[in-house]
């Protein structure tokens, strides 16, 4: 089964070394866009939000436990979809990556860049709250 990319980030606009890696271990990616989250919201709106996204995500990927899913994007719908992704059966990833900064001078203005390279596909996962050691 293919990847399935929640992101903002399109597969075509991947790294050469990340889509070989896609293709590897999932035989290929779909690009599935990531929703637009509202700043403002609510936990309870972005739970509406993540309601209404899951159903399309269930219309074309039935079951979700027989996909896997690559979700970056706003941190709190990202934490609430791959929450409900996992409960779900369904594997997850990340893609990690090495941060490369440079900055450099132009004149009397700093400027910084920053470049991501691609080092893998990471699964989220969680851990039973019963197999941590106990810290009272």
Known sequence: ?????????????????????????????????????????TPSELLEKLDSFLAELSEKYTPLQHYSFHVMGEFNFCFALVSYLIQAGADVYASTTERHVSEEMQGDIKRKVTIFEFVQFRKYVLKPISQYHNHE
């Open 1 to 41: 089964m293919a990847l399935i990319n929640i992101s903002n980030h399109p597969s075509s606009l991947w790294s050469t070394q990340q889509m070989k890696a896609a293709e590897k271990m999932f035989g290929g990616v779909i690009d599935v866009a990531f929703p637009s989250i509202d700043p403002s919201w």
